[in-house]
């Protein structure tokens, strides 16, 4: 199975707050799949970034393609 690890755009915001969960999903499915797992929380407004990195890390190690705002975020908290 082909996964990525991206965001998903959670809750009723106001137009221009957003916030996103980071989590993995099946490749094959569409735009609003289902979520195989929960990886972590962004709310670019506040800057507040919550990832669990081994279970990100692992996703990779078994193959799992990030996007590249994900890579960033992961850049960004291992600095």
Do not use: C
């Not at 996964?3 to 569409?30: A, M, Q, T, Y």
């Not at 393609?65 to 975020?73: D, H, Y």
């Amino acid at each position: 199975m082909a996964v990525h690890i991206r965001l998903r755009r959670i809750g009723k915001n106001p137009k221009g707050k957003p916030h996103f969960r980071v989590s993995v999903f099946d490749e094959r499915s569409g735009r609003d799949s289902r979520v195989i797992e929960e990886l972590g929380f962004y709310n670019p407004s506040s800057g507040e970034v919550r990832l669990k990195k081994e279970k990100i890390l692992g996703w990779v190690k078994n193959g799992a393609q990030m996007s590249p705002t994900v890579r960033s975020l992961v850049k960004k908290i291992k600095e």
